[in-house]
């Protein structure tokens, strides 16, 4: 019989933050003094061509960009009738390999939210003109 269930956790509240694995304070241990001077000299291997010092440095030393900026060039949102206008942008830059996939569908998800707002504005504001006129008669 297992003392827990599938699924939970021992320690919900998990490894304190900045906690390290014992081998990781251990290498570091082994490394103390040592770290700048190998440092530096992967830096000189990768600048003399060492694929393997390059390959190092843009894995460990450079953070990895998960998203990068977006920049198109949007045309202006007056209404939801404009909202097609955008749309087809964001599909020719999709196209034509200006925008991954992902982008242009995380575009077209903002632009949907955005539409739902302008619907919901305007749905409001036209159900408020009728009950002013209903009230009015």
């Given at each position: ?8 956790s ?5 490894k ?16 103390e003094?040592?770290?700048?001077a ?15 010092a ?8 450079i ?14 949102i ?20 200006e ?20 619907e919901?504005?305007e ?11 209903g009230?009015?008669?």
């Amino acid at each position: 019989m297992a003392k827990w269930q599938k699924g939970q956790s021992g320690n919900p509240s998990g490894k304190p933050k900045g906690c390290k694995h014992k081998a990781t304070r251990a290498a570091l241990k082994l490394l103390e003094g040592d770290l700048e001077a190998i440092t530096k000299k992967c830096i000189n291997a990768a600048k003399k061509g060492d694929l393997a010092a390059i390959k190092l440095i843009l894995d460990k030393f450079i953070p990895v960009a998960r998203e990068l900026p977006i920049t198109l060039k949007l045309p202006k949102i007056g209404g939801v009738a404009d909202v097609p206008k955008v749309l087809n942008v964001i599909l020719k830059a999709v196209a034509a390999g200006e925008l991954t996939t992902e982008q242009g569908q995380s575009l077209a998800a903002m632009l949907e939210a955005y539409r739902k707002g302008i619907e919901t504005t305007e749905l409001e504001a036209r159900i408020s003109a009728l009950e002013q006129q209903g009230e009015n008669q």
